[in-house]
């Protein structure tokens, strides 16, 4: 499946977004999509991002730019599935998840039910539900099925420290809830990527990618177990 994330806002410019608790909510959501993309491209998954980091801005500075650049970037790629990052803040009390999307009855609508179910249950958040949004440009002008997450509420003290410390189980949790398989350890996955850059590096391998994909397909076998020790036994001698 080829999926667009689009994490919400830009560093600086005029479409930063909400704050709360030392977080800001456009580095949240970039640190969010970017362990999903890890999660996504490991699963066979094409991916792209609308921000590849986290100082990245779309647009001329504007919001109508930077949500009408977002857009353009996933219906021109020909995405099969949008799925827009956010954190959401009103007043201090309101806390919870809640999944937006343009209109029920949709495909989009089944994903965003599922993606909300997981990150209620795996994350403990308060169930605000799937709503309906029709008038956000992202959901609205998009040409395939589109879903925005609200994580948390970022100015709400209980939920600002879960979108602190459980970066990567919300995005496992959106992982599970897009793809309907579970989520690998996202330090074992970079863990691999790292050991099969190191040997073709070195020249021990010349196919990077067939040695990264083998040990992914089976991170509790004895390739990756082997490739593991051997690197560590040559780095521990200097060789
Ligand atoms: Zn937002």
């Known amino acids: ?25 456009e580095i949240v959501t970039f640190e969010v999509a970017n362990k999903l993309r890890v999660l996504l491209q490991s699963a066979g998954h094409e991916v792209r991002m609308s921000r590849s980091y986290v100082t990245d801005n779309v647009g001329n500075g504007t919001v109508a730019s930077s949500l009408n650049e977002r857009v353009r970037m996933s219906n021109s790629w020909g995405a099969d599935l949008f799925v827009s990052i956010h954190c959401n803040s009103f007043n201090q009390t309101a806390r919870g998840t809640e999944t937006l999307i343009y209109s029920k009855g949709s495909y989009a609508q089944e994903v965003a039910q599922r993606v909300q179910n997981s990150i209620v249950s795996n ?19 998009t040409t395939t099925p589109a879903i925005l997450i609200e994580l948390a509420f970022i100015d709400n ?38 050991i099969a850059w190191e040997y073709a590096y070195r020249g021990i391998v010349e196919d990077l990618e067939g040695l990264e994909n083998e040990m992914r397909q089976n991170p509790n076998g004895r390739l990756y177990w082997l490739a593991r020790k051997t690197l560590q036994f040559i780095r521990e001698r200097n060789f």
């Open 123 to 141: 994350l403990g958040t308060t169930d605000r539900g799937v709503r309906t949004r029709s008038e956000l440009a992202v959901l609205k002008n």
């Open 157 to 194: 003290e209980s939920d600002s420290w879960l979108l602190k410390t459980r970066q990567e189980d919300f995005a496992k949790a959106i992982f599970e809830g897009i793809t309907g398989e579970q989520a690998s350890s996202i330090a074992e996955l970079t863990d691999i990527h790292d």
């Open 1 to 25: 499946m080829k999926i667009f994330l689009d994490p919400g806002h830009n560093y600086s410019g005029g479409d930063t977004g909400a704050s709360g608790f030392g977080l800001r909510e």
